[in-house]
């Protein structure tokens, strides 16, 4: 569908284009402060799967020139998801699923966990610019988290498509490094408007103008936690596939080669082209989908997930949701579910069962066919899969 909803006001410098009419008053307050920022260009987008969020509204796409504000990236740099389409169908798999889970659980740390020895680490650990040294307290930790899941809403799967086709599919970003790089220049940003003084109605949007030694260094530690963060979905896909294999021929190596691959951000910032002119696009939550661009939309644990192809919508800078988004906070999911609740939902998907995933629970989120269906001028759907198999952080 179209554009549902726009937002105007005399204290916004653009509009709000947003495409669902399932958007809470406090998300809406929130975009009309991205909004009223002075250089945001043309309009704000929100995504059908928008939400709430810290700092800035999650599912949103905000281009910029002149600025760049740390917030509307979030602290989960480079967050993303990453599938690969399997050359064998759901007969391969074994009959219980039970196994695979408890090898994947093992071959990859999640929630706070890291592997006792580095997988992989193509980087350099020298290359920030400004942080300091009492961030990077343990430079091992950062190296030994490549490979590794994380905790929340991070998670990986097996899936099914509508003709059979297995698919595994993760979910993770930047790790720990991300979210101290991310803090810190929110914080320094923080600092600048109070030198500058300037008083943003949502503090949380301070930023960075462009041409300064502090906005330099914040993009190139931005570019540096991005490329952790792929690298990191690319060894845990690797960690995934032989665990798969394990599963599948013992522990004879054999080597899995997906038929499709697919690896993509929502939470980063990027120097693009639209509507004739350059500037900075930041997504929370959200996808890149020009035309031909493939992407990922998961659904909650306990419904379905999709690979799209981008629709190339220049509305919306090119962009689609990232999910189902939530309909409730974590404290909230809580407090209205139970562990029952939890079973019932993800019956028969192999995966965690207990309180400790309650606030992860599908009722938690937003309807996914609604939020598919709000978006079918942003994207087409390549392939519907349904999880049989969950792994959360």
């Not at 399932?22 to 009223?36: G, I, K, P």
């Not at 690969?84 to 740390?109: G, V, Y």
């Not at 030994?144 to 994380?150: D, P, S």
């Not at 540096?224 to 792929?230: I, P, T």
Request: net charge neutral; glycine share 10%; charged share 20%.
């Amino acid at each position: 569908m179209p554009v549902a909803k726009v937002l105007t006001g005399e204290k916004q410098t653009v509009p709000v284009k947003i495409w669902t009419n399932n958007v809470d008053v406090q998300s809406e307050v929130q975009l009309r402060q991205t909004a009223a920022l002075p250089f945001v260009f043309k309009h704000v987008a929100a995504m059908p799967d928008v939400h709430y969020g810290k700092g800035a509204t999650v599912g949103s796409v905000v281009a910029t020139k002149g600025a760049v504000v740390p917030a509307a990236v979030g602290v989960d740099i480079g967050c993303g998801m990453m599938a690969a389409k399997m050359p064998f169908k759901a007969n391969h798999l074994p009959d219980s699923l039970e196994p695979l889970f408890s090898i994947l659980s093992k071959a990859i740390p999640v929630g706070q966990g890291k592997h006792k020895d580095p997988v992989h680490f193509p980087f350099s650990i020298k290359g920030f610019e400004l942080l300091p040294d009492s961030l990077i307290t343990d430079p091992m930790s950062i190296v030994q988290q490549v490979g590794t899941l994380g905790g929340g809403n991070h998670f990986i799967e097996v899936c099914l498509d509508g003709d059979d086709h297995v698919w595994v599919m993760l979910h993770s970003g930047s790790r720990g490094i991300g979210n101290k790089i991310g803090n810190y220049y929110i914080d320094r940003a923080k600092e600048i408007m109070k030198t500058y003084m300037v008083k943003l109605e949502n503090p949380d949007l301070a930023y960075l103008p462009e041409g300064t030694e502090l906005f330099n260094a914040y993009w190139r530690d931005l570019q540096w936690a991005q490329a952790y963060a792929m690298t990191n979905r690319e060894i845990m896909m690797k960690l995934v596939l032989q665990s798969l294999s394990f599963a599948l021929y013992g522990y004879t190596p054999v080597e899995i080669n997906p038929v499709l691959m697919v690896n993509c951000h929502h939470n980063y910032a990027e120097r693009e082209n639209h509507f004739g002119e350059n500037v900075i696009v930041t997504r929370k939550g959200a996808v890149r989908a020009r035309r031909g661009d493939f992407g990922i939309i998961p659904g909650s644990m306990g419904t379905r997930s999709y690979i799209v192809e981008g629709l190339g919508n220049v509305d919306s800078f090119c962009s689609c949701s990232h999910g189902a988004g939530r309909a409730l906070s974590r404290g909230k999911a809580k407090a209205t579910f139970t562990v029952e609740d939890l079973a019932k939902q993800t019956e028969g998907i192999v995966c965690r069962k207990d309180s400790g995933v309650l606030d992860e629970i599908p009722g938690a989120y937003k309807p996914i066919d609604q939020v598919m269906n709000d978006q079918n001028d942003l994207v087409k759907v390549v392939a519907e899969l349904r999880q049989v198999l969950c792994v959360k952080g």
